[in-house]
Structure formats: C-alpha cells, structure tokens
C-alpha cells in the first residue's frame, strides 16, 4: 500500500468538483440505460460527454499547480475522448483501428504518467501478482490472434502489450488506480474477444461500457488521492 492511501479528504472537496461529477454519473446512467435498450442514437452521443465530463471532474476537483501525473492524466482522457468519438467517423476495420490507434496514445500517455511510481507498483513489489497480469495479456493473445488478419494482429499485439504495462504501473499510484486499470484492461479485452474470437460470444456493450468507464473514474480518482496525500505530507 502506497503512502497516499492515507489521505482522507474528500475527493470531490468543492462545489464545481460535485458538479461535474454529478454530470458524469448522469451522462453514464443515461448512456447504460441506452445500452440495455438498444437507443443507438441516445448511447453514440452521451459517449461522446463522458470523457470530457471525467476530465471536467480531474480538473475542478486538483489545484494548481498541479502534478506532472495529473496533467498527463487530462491528456490520457483527451485521447481517450478521441477514441470514443473517432470511430464514428469509419465503418468497419477502419473504424477498429481508429479507436485502437486512439486509446493506444492514451495508454502510452498512462504509462508515461504511472512510470515515475513504478517502484510502489507490483512490478517492483510483488513480481508474481505481475506474471499474472502477463497471463491475462498471453490468454487475450492467444484467443484473438487467430481471428485478426494483417495489420490488425500488429495493432492488437502492441495495444495489449501498452494496456497491460498501464495496468501493472497503476498499482503503484493508489489502491484505486490499481482496480481502474484491472477494469480497463478487462473492458477492452472484452472489445477484442467479442471483434476476433470465437470462443465467446458478442458480448454486450453495457459490460464493456461500464467497466470502461468505471476503470477510468478509479483511475482519476487513485490520481487524485495520490496528489491529495502528496500536499497532506508537504
């Protein structure tokens, strides 16, 4: 357990902060009710809000100046945001890498901004708990690859490999960060066996909805007790 576990302030501290999270758990309602309905038109466009309402929440609920982790954490959303809405715009294969290529850039970004507390991390601390991570990732590998042609199979190799290196770094931030990154890598490993496998049947995106986004809220959340508990000591 990191030293900022040890923070006790409330998360959301003032007013814009409970706003803006008010918004994302509205957003997030609306767009899970969507999917158990099958409201295509209602559950594309509340997408499109929920990373920028997460980043809104990130930004209103830390104070200047605010940390390097902090800073690359609004960029990982941003991206993250481009993944959400980029597709969009393509059909087919196209429209997968575009997504891919967008969440590839926010996992690069996590990675950046979780590398500087590695040494908190399972990689450093509990190497075993680590190999299991590299189980999960070799298991996806192994179920997808057959049923991913070309340039796919490349763009899922070096995806599963940044989402696995993100997932394994956020234990060392905070005990959130550390279950976020579990429920990314989870949700999107349930994207890839529903798109190339067929040892699974499609699974629904409600799933892969909410623990998407409930991974990224753990994130920001482990981002900012970490900060929080970061100025407590100072």
């Known amino acids: 357990m990191t030293t900022a576990d040890r923070a006790d302030r409330p998360l959301l501290a003032t007013r814009s902060a409970r706003v803006a999270a008010g918004l994302l758990a509205t957003l997030t309602a609306a767009h899970l009710v969507a999917q158990l309905l099958d409201a295509g038109v209602v559950a594309e466009t509340t997408q499109w809000f929920l990373m920028p ?3 809104a929440t990130l ?4 104070a200047t100046p605010r940390t390097r982790m902090v800073r690359l954490t609004l960029v990982a959303l941003g991206f993250s945001w481009v993944g959400d809405t980029l597709p969009d715009g393509f ?3 196209a429209a997968y890498l575009a997504m891919v290529g967008a969440f590839l850039c926010a996992q690069v970004v996590y990675v950046a901004a979780f590398w500087p507390s590695w040494r908190e991390s399972v990689l450093a601390l509990h190497p075993a708990a680590a190999a299991v991570y590299v189980f999960l990732a070799v298991t996806l590998l192994t179920l997808c690859l057959p049923g991913a042609p070309g340039v796919l199979a490349v763009a899922v190799v070096v ?3 940044c989402l ?3 997932a394994v770094l956020a234990t060392g931030v905070h005990r959130l960060a550390w279950l976020g990154g579990l429920l990314f890598l989870f949700s999107d490993a349930m994207i890839a066996l529903g ?6 049947p499609s699974l629904s995106g409600f799933w892969i909805m909410a623990t998407y986004v409930l991974g990224q809220v753990l994130l920001v959340a482990g981002v900012v007790a970490r900060q929080t508990s970061a100025r407590a000591v100072v």
């Open 53 to 55: 309402a997460l980043a």
């Open 59 to 62: 930004w209103c609920t830390t």
């Open 91 to 93: 059909t087919g294969d």
């Open 159 to 161: 995806y599963a490999l």
């Open 164 to 166: 696995t290196t993100m």
């Open 195 to 200: 798109e190339f496998s067929d040892a699974v």
